[in-house]
């Protein structure tokens, strides 16, 4: 997208997760109108979370950070913008909206006023960081806009995003610089976790 994208736009899914994702939409919003019940749809705009190792680095943000601390080289595209919602903004949001007493729209976006580029949140990360890191740009193509607009939910519950990168970044670049090891994709070991994991389902099934 060119623009950001508001609760108006239909949904125009290019991933599995995606289809999923909008089918749930979908079912809610049919069995709402089917049984005449109170329901609501919210969207978080590019949630991210301080993650607990690399394989919770599955947000755009922590995987610039990853790549920081694990290979000291971050790879980015300065052409993408999009928003960073903390996930305790994100959780007292939700809060507001279950404990209101009611609410006048069937479908919410939830986003920070932040906007950055790749280029922006990799400086942070660089500045951040206990070793050197080059930035590696990779920017190609046109702009793009990753952006969910948040029309209503800001204005009706009075919310508004507390958590900026440039607190929140350097929190997670301690985090992972800390305990590196638990930052370190292994995929030998992923790999016997697959198989293992694997396995098991097999096993039930037999």
Do not use: W
Not at 57 to 63: E, L, Q, Y
Not at 82 to 88: D, E, G, K, T, V
Not at 172 to 179: F, L, S
């Amino acid at each position: 997208y060119l623009a950001p994208i508001n609760e108006d736009v239909p949904p125009a899914p290019r991933s599995t997760k995606g289809v999923a994702v909008s089918l749930g939409e979908s079912i809610v919003t049919s069995y709402a109108g089917r049984q005449r019940m109170d329901t609501v749809i919210v969207r978080l705009a590019h949630l991210y979370m301080a993650p607990a190792d690399y394989k919770e680095c599955t947000d755009a943000h922590t995987r610039l950070c990853l790549q920081a601390a694990s290979e000291g080289r971050i790879r980015i595209n300065a052409k993408i913008r999009r928003s960073a919602l903390f996930i305790n903004d994100a959780v007292y949001a939700l809060l507001q909206l279950t404990q209101a007493a009611s609410h006048r729209q069937p479908l919410y976006h939830i986003s920070a006023d932040e906007v950055v580029t790749e280029d922006q949140t990799a400086a942070l990360i660089r500045s951040a960081a206990a070793r050197q890191v080059t930035i590696d740009d990779q920017t190609v193509g046109v702009e793009r806009c990753e952006l969910l607009a948040d029309r209503y939910f800001a204005k009706e519950f009075a919310f508004s995003a507390r958590n900026a990168l440039a607190d929140t970044i350097p929190q997670i670049m301690r985090k992972m610089q800390g305990n590196i090891r638990k930052y370190t994709p292994d995929s030998k070991a992923d790999a016997e976790e697959n198989k293992s994991h694997l396995s098991r389902i097999l096993t039930r099934l037999i």
